[in-house]
């Protein structure tokens, strides 16, 4: 069956460093895979999108990187501030369908 | 320019009631989406409605259902519930396929609901 990972333990991280988190899946080919990230009591926002044919994907301090042949995505955070403590979340669709799968998200804590 | 609004932001209940939730899409967007978010866990996709059609439905039984209005803001249905629907409920709009980013999604601030 579809399955998408996310490290479900959080992750603790001195600020000014960067945090790198990870997205595995399997028995997928998402045509693109979705970064949100998420505060307590809050919706998700979102942050990047890749697309399959992308390896790299930048916007500000965040970079996104897809590799369809390891079912993996890293998502980095550079010079990570306390700001920056959330769930991130990411999400694939279905290939040929409108849905979306979400892996249960990494909790992220920037300590300063 | 308004995000997307979900009501209530709160909502209490007992087994075996009915509930609605209602949403309101960002401006400009047609396409809905609803999601059930457990503690701890990442949304679950529901159903999405698009031109006021279900178009797309996940692992949830006929007991969620929903509705999409003519100005596209829509409806979640949860029938008999249960305690396992205790939840957030997202809603999440787009723009439908073929406009870029048309899967970039935005959501709204959730319906927290509790079944007693």
């Known amino acids: 069956s579809q399955k998408i990972e996310q490290n479900s333990e959080a992750l603790n991280i001195q600020e000014g460093k960067t945090a790198t988190l990870t997205c595995n899946y399997t028995?997928?080919?998402?045509?693109?895979l979705q970064w949100y990230r998420q505060d307590p009591g809050r919706g998700p926002v979102f942050l990047l999108l890749?697309?399959?044919?992308?390896k790299e994907k930048r916007k500000e301090r965040l970079k996104v990187t897809f590799d369809t042949t390891l079912k993996q995505s890293l998502f980095h955070i550079t010079a990570s501030q306390p700001a920056d403590s959330a769930t991130y979340l990411c999400?694939?669709?279905?290939?040929?369908?409108?849905?979306?799968?979400f892996g249960t998200g990494t909790r992220l804590k920037v300590l300063a | 320019d308004a995000g997307v609004t979900q009501s209530p932001t709160h909502l209490i209940k007992t087994r075996g009631q009915q509930v609605t939730l209602r949403c309101s899409p960002k401006?400009?967007?047609?396409?809905v989406s609803w999601y059930q978010q457990a503690l701890g866990q990442g949304p679950q996709f529901i159903f999405q409605?698009?031109?006021?059609?279900?178009?797309q439905r996940g692992n949830f039984p006929d007991r969620f259902s929903g509705h999409q209005f003519p100005n596209y803001s829509s409806e979640l249905n949860v029938n008999a519930l249960l305690l396992g629907d205790s939840a957030l409920y997202l809603c999440?709009?787009?723009?439908?396929?073929?406009?870029?980013?048309?899967?970039?999604?935005?959501f709204g601030p959730g319906t927290r609901l509790t079944v007693l």
């Open positions: 999440a709009s787009s723009l439908a396929l073929g406009t870029v980013p048309y899967n970039e999604q935005f």
């Open positions: 028995n997928y080919s998402p045509a693109y």
């Open positions: 890749i697309r399959e044919n992308e």
């Open positions: 999400a694939l669709d279905i290939a040929g369908t409108y849905k979306y799968i």
């Open positions: 401006s400009g967007h047609d396409t």
């Open positions: 409605y698009y031109e006021e059609e279900e178009r």
